[in-house]
């Protein structure tokens, strides 16, 4: 099953001691003139299900699933993970004295209302409020993702309409608790590929494979979304900015023929406009449109039209396909042009970066953007001297922190990026095996070690441009 459709970048294919500043800062000068724009939010990302441990936390749909197939690819499971929700202080030190500016973040639901709806676990609260306030102390913006995929047993799935009401519940606990203090939100992360993987193909929770089921996912996603970011909106400040980080993707036919090329089309269209465009007050695409219409109800399309802030993108590649009738969702992979380079696992594509964020300009009205997530998995050398040294990871950042310029420098109001990930995590169907992290994660002592690239990532923050 795997491959028969493309994981999202992560699925496809979370210390240092006072010496930390020392190595890392005074290496570099400022440069003259910032070569992106004043206020560019340079941070990192994670996220709850593949950093933080299962404890003090209910059950969610991804432990299930998790549980269900006997475990990811490498064996393990995200019982333990990172252990985040405890250590997360080993890595906003490194994160600070790197010159981090932000750190993106999720909300385990399970943790909040761990059993059932109604009143929040105090105890999940307080632990997401002490972890904000410890990133103010390092210096760190908190960004907060709602919803990350994770969603607690007692609250259904997205077969049900129901679950909208019960995710604009849980974003109103959220944002109250935090509205004070976090000024930029992301609702759901990469909201597409949950009925795509979890409801058509059954790669992901909840293993659904079907069409139909496809799209009565992706309007209840849709309709969910909508009710989350007003409510996140009626609960915070003026001047907060909410929107989702989007997966874009772009799909292509290298056959060429008539049959692989519409089916490529459908899936560009599904993966990377069935959600922005009817957030965006623009309905659902018409290759899309018959998957959800059974399931529109009147003031459907209002509610969902919230019209984000700004457009989070998230991007790592292209992705390579033919026809399959087989497929719930009409296409299978294929490998990608030889003269491509790969990372780890997915090619290596900087001037598409440059074209998407291009596009995203000139489809919504050239709004706002923040790269919410860029990230490359490599093979990497064992820990030596307290360092894990990974220069190919530094070239690939490289190459798209340029390809961000240079759509910057055509126009593009990016607003800031978001390296995936701050520590190596659990990445979901594959485990513990791939590793995105500026920070290694020793196993099992789950000890956090800097690599090279975080050194790298320092200088682009101090130059706020590609280094």
Not at 33 to 45: C, I, N, R, S
Not at 166 to 183: F, N, Q, S, T
Request: glycine share 8%.
């Amino acid at each position: 099953m795997m491959s028969v459709l493309p994981i999202s970048r992560r699925a496809f294919l979370k210390g240092m001691g006072a010496t930390t500043a020392a190595t890392i800062l005074p290496r570099f000068a400022w440069a003259k003139e910032p070569t992106f724009g004043q206020d560019f939010l340079w941070g990192v990302a994670t996220s709850a299900p593949e950093s933080e441990s299962r404890a003090n936390r209910g059950r969610s749909n991804w432990d299930v699933f998790i549980d269900n197939i006997g475990g990811s690819a490498d064996g393990t499971n995200n019982v333990r993970n990172t252990e985040f929700d405890s250590r997360y202080l080993d890595e906003f030190k490194l994160l600070q004295a790197s010159g981090v500016k932000a750190f993106r973040f999720s909300f385990a639901w399970s943790r909040v209302q761990p059993e059932s709806p109604g009143a929040p676990n105090m105890r999940g609260l307080d632990h997401y409020d002490r972890m904000i306030d410890a990133m103010l102390e390092h210096g760190l913006e908190p960004v907060p993702t709602l919803f990350h995929w994770d969603i607690p047993l007692w609250a259904g799935d997205f077969l049900d309409r129901d679950i909208s009401r019960r995710m604009g519940d849980y974003a109103e606990i959220m944002a109250r608790l935090v509205g004070d203090r976090a000024k930029t939100w992301l609702l759901f992360n990469e909201p597409g590929i949950i009925p795509i993987f979890g409801y058509g193909q059954g790669i992901f929770a909840p293993g659904y494979r079907s069409r139909r089921y496809l799209g009565a996912a992706l309007h209840h996603v849709n309709l969910a979304h909508g009710r989350a970011l007003t409510a996140v909106r009626a609960n915070t400040s003026s001047g907060t900015r909410v929107s989702s980080a989007f997966n874009i993707m772009p799909f292509e036919a290298p056959s060429g023929s008539a049959e692989d090329v519409a089916a490529a089309r459908f899936m560009d269209v599904l993966w990377n406009e069935a959600v922005p465009a009817p957030a965006y007050g623009r309905g659902y695409p018409s290759l899309v449109l018959p998957l959800v219409e059974p399931y529109i109800q009147n003031g459907d399309m209002e509610a969902i039209a919230v019209k984000p802030d700004f457009f989070g993108l998230n991007f790592y590649s292209r992705s390579f396909v033919k026809a399959d009738p087989d497929s719930p969702v009409g296409i299978a992979l294929v490998e990608p042009p030889a003269e491509l380079e790969r990372t780890d696992e997915l090619p290596y594509d900087p001037d598409t970066y440059t074209k998407v964020l291009l596009k995203a300009h000139k489809d919504y009205d050239a709004p706002d953007i923040i790269a919410t997530e860029f990230g490359f998995p490599v093979a990497e050398e064992a820990p030596k001297d307290g360092w894990v040294n990974d220069p190919l990871r530094i070239k690939y950042m490289q190459g798209y922190i340029r390809a961000a310029h240079d759509a910057y420098q055509q126009g593009v109001k990016l607003k800031g990026m978001f390296y995936w990930s701050s520590t190596d995590n659990w990445e979901w169907v594959l485990g513990l095996r791939k590793h995105f992290g500026l920070i290694h994660i020793d196993q099992p002592s789950l000890k956090r070690i800097p690599k090279r690239s975080l050194e790298y990532y320092a200088k682009c923050i101090r130059l706020n441009g590609p280094a």
